[in-house]
């Protein structure tokens, strides 16, 4: 049904739709946040390191480096890492802190605990 040209957008968005409620009603049952980034966030073209923004890089470009800090990043590891970075200002409302993570995922930021 997802190659039907008539359907295949209706299709995709009522799946997002429901992961996404899916999401929120095992977040409220743990007692966990939902923090959404903007939806044109550039978090893979954005340096995690300095913060340089790569106007440049396109989709099928997997691996780049940061002219100015030189770091070399992995174009989804990248974004992880400045999505994660959205998620602790959100969560420390903008608070300098310190970010320990334990084995499991759960961790501490700015002294707050999410482990729920």
């Known amino acids: ?18 992961f996404i409620r899916q999401l929120e009603y ?14 044109f966030y550039p978090s893979s073209k954005t340096c995690s390191v300095c913060g340089y923004k790569n106007n440049q890089l396109t989709i099928s470009i997997r691996k780049w480096q940061c002219p100015i800090c030189k770091t070399v990043h992995d174009r989804d590891g990248n974004a992880s890492k400045n999505l994660y970075k959205i998620g602790v200002a959100h969560l420390t409302s903008g608070r300098a802190g310190t970010v320990q993570t334990k084995a499991c995922g759960a961790g501490t930021v700015g002294g707050m605990s999410n482990d729920g």
Do not use: P
């Open 1 to 18: 049904m997802i190659q039907n040209e008539k359907l295949s957008k209706q299709i995709a968005d009522v799946s997002w739709y429901e």
């Open 26 to 39: 095992k977040a409220r049952w743990y007692e966990r946040k939902i923090i959404k980034a903007d939806r």
